[in-house]
């Protein structure tokens, strides 16, 4: 059974900083990509940023120039790094990833997600 674990939200000011970390944990054979999804209340979910397993990333427009997403592949882990944290940025945090469990099987995981509160 995979676990995707996150840990690093909570309550911060407009312009402060914040850091997110997801780990990985159970038996699998390899992690493919893993990113960072929010969902505001009364939102759908939606991407913030990716990375591949060889270090490729992509952002959503709202967060380029201040969150960085990175991972450490021998940890089993992706962190996001988010600066600059605006009110609007306030929503559930939720890590992805594909894990494939075998050789010849890959499927998509969720954390349980964590809340991100941004005041003004």
């Known amino acids: 059974q995979v676990h995707l674990v996150e840990s690093g939200g909570g309550l911060v000011q407009a312009g402060g900083s914040l850091r997110l970390s997801c780990v990985a944990t159970?038996?699998?054979?390899?992690?493919?990509?893993m990113g960072w999804y929010c969902q505001a209340p009364g939102r759908q979910r939606e991407l913030v940023a990716t990375?591949?397993?060889?270090?490729?990333?992509n952002y959503s427009d709202g967060v380029k120039g201040r969150f960085t997403i990175s991972r450490d592949n021998a940890k089993n882990t992706v962190y996001l790094q988010m600066n600059s944290l605006k009110p609007e940025d306030t929503a559930v945090y939720y890590c992805?990833?594909?894990?494939?469990?075998?050789?010849?099987?890959?499927?998509?995981?969720w954390g349980q997600g964590t809340p991100v509160t941004v005041s003004s």
């Open positions: 159970g038996s699998f054979f390899s992690i493919t990509y």
């Open positions: 990375i591949t397993s060889g270090g490729s990333t």
């Open positions: 992805n990833a594909g894990v494939r469990t075998t050789f010849w099987r890959a499927d998509d995981y």
